[in-house]
């Protein structure tokens, strides 16, 4: 019940704009330009925003774009050979044909399909008219994208935090494994570390998207800043999650000997407490200095010979894999690059 009310809660501001958009192409398509029925109006509106992760208006335009030419093939058939069944097997071939020639994308062929079955089935007076609601619908959700946009920050945010908390679970089972030299929990962590890619996709996903609605809309351009610097933060984080599954890998093989390792497990707490106060910083930028802080004060420590001694070749390893999680989550922070290995001690 819970993350169905939650996931009514994220889809609001979707379900609001597309609710205004059919509703404003109905209306023009109807009283304005006089169409009795204009249901491809609301069709092609509906179906181009839909309820989907990316809403960048690049893929509206697509999906527009491929239902308008699924419409004028299907409306030249009719024009030239009427109806009926084998006229509907001829232009659902042409549109799908038609439809791959132009885009590589199979969502813009069925797009297309849909809308040319739709003109097929349901007979028009007048030749052309459901093309041109098709257009209204079109144009009106492009418009609909700029002028009333999704909010698409606070999903950018909560991807981003979905990451952090991901992160965040597979470094304390690691650190867990690291404090009882449980290979097996160890094995978990790094489970859990591969796992973290799709989130890092999905964060990219929602950050093209919000950025590209927030070029065009009038109203986001105060998110633009905080738009690049998450981006900025995911680029690092990236990184950050490639290098936690090396590590990963090296705690299992750290704990084949079943020893606890208290000073690894401390040293990957630290980088794990600086990744979730660089977390907060996504709701509160104010976090991110103090984040830069606290991994400064980790990376200036990473010193392999130093903290895992003489002759303890694994430890050293393990240590020296440390070196580059440290780098990244301070580039997460918005050190730059050169800076953040410059606070790492020479080896």
Not at 250 to 275: F, K, S
Request: with cysteine.
């Amino acid at each position: 019940m819970r993350r169905s009310a939650s996931r009514v809660r994220e889809s609001l501001p979707a379900i609001l704009q597309i609710v205004v958009a059919a509703t404003a192409a109905f209306a023009f398509a109807h009283y304005v330009l006089g169409h009795p029925a204009p249901l491809l109006a609301g069709v092609v509106t509906v179906s181009s925003l839909g309820l989907v992760r990316d809403a960048r208006p690049a893929r509206v335009l697509e999906t527009v774009i491929g239902m308008i030419v699924g419409i004028l093939v299907a409306e030249l058939i009719v024009l030239f050979a009427g109806v009926g069944w084998w006229q509907l097997a001829i232009t659902l071939s042409a549109t799908l044909v038609v439809a791959r020639f132009l885009s590589p994308q199979a969502s813009f062929a069925i797009a297309a399909a849909i809308q040319s079955l739709i003109v097929i089935v349901i007979p028009a007076n007048v030749p052309f008219l459901r093309l041109l609601d098709g257009l209204v619908g079109g144009v009106t959700a492009l418009l609909v994208t700029a002028l009333v946009p999704r909010s698409p920050l606070r999903a950018v945010t909560r991807d981003g935090r979905a990451l952090f908390a991901a992160f965040d679970g597979a470094a304390a089972t690691l650190v867990d494994a690291l404090r009882q030299g449980d290979r097996r929990r160890a094995e978990r962590g790094l489970a859990k570390a591969r796992a973290l890619q799709g989130t890092v996709d999905d964060w990219r996903t929602a950050l093209e998207s919000g950025a590209a609605i927030a070029r065009i809309s009038p109203f986001l351009r105060r998110q633009r800043f905080e738009m690049q610097r998450q981006a900025r933060i995911r680029d690092a984080m990236d990184l950050a999650t490639r290098n936690l599954r090396v590590i990963g890998r090296r705690v299992v093989y750290l704990c084949d000997d079943g020893a606890a390792r208290p000073v690894a497990a401390e040293l990957v707490g630290e980088l794990r407490r600086g990744a979730d106060l660089i977390a907060q910083s996504l709701d509160d930028i104010s976090f991110e200095p103090v984040a830069r802080e606290a991994l400064r004060a980790v990376a200036t420590r990473l010193d392999p010979a130093v903290l895992a001694g003489p002759g303890a070749v694994l430890d050293q390893n393990f240590i020296g894999a440390l070196r580059p999680l440290a780098v990244d989550l301070l580039t997460a922070t918005g050190l730059p690059p050169e800076e953040a290995r410059a606070a790492l001690p020479r080896m």
